[in-house]
């Protein structure tokens, strides 16, 4: 199976923005939520976001109104914009399914710090 490849993280301050992009099978998307993971030094990976089939989005409590997630047209990039950031959103990201179908990428690190 073909892996996503997620990009775009990064080290920035605290209060700073990323982008985050994944690319990935736009089949496996038109059928399954996208979703975004992270997973932060010596915890379990957690979910982030997800975007339904028919663009509801959900997010964890501690993201809520700081992250949004969207997609392009053609179904195949899932974005995930990342403002207000803090050091405890230091993880590496992840994009799959929700949930989760295809094999984990390598992830993206993002590290939030002065």
């Known amino acids: 199976q073909v892996k996503p490849v997620e990009s775009g993280g990064g080290l920035v301050q605290p209060g700073g923005s990323l982008r985050l992009s994944c690319t990935a099978s736009a089949t496996i998307f038109s059928v399954y939520p996208m979703a975004w993971y992270r997973q932060a030094p010596g915890k379990q990976r957690e979910l982030v976001t997800y975007r339904t089939t028919s663009g509801d989005t959900h997010y964890a409590d501690s993201v809520k109104g700081r992250f949004t997630i969207s997609t392009n047209n053609a179904k195949d990039t899932v974005y995930l914009q990342m403002d207000s950031l803090r050091p405890e959103d230091t993880a590496v990201y992840y994009c799959?399914?929700?949930?989760?179908?295809?094999?984990w990428g390598q992830g993206t690190q993002v590290t939030v710090s002065s």
């Open positions: 799959n399914t929700k949930p989760q179908v295809m094999p």
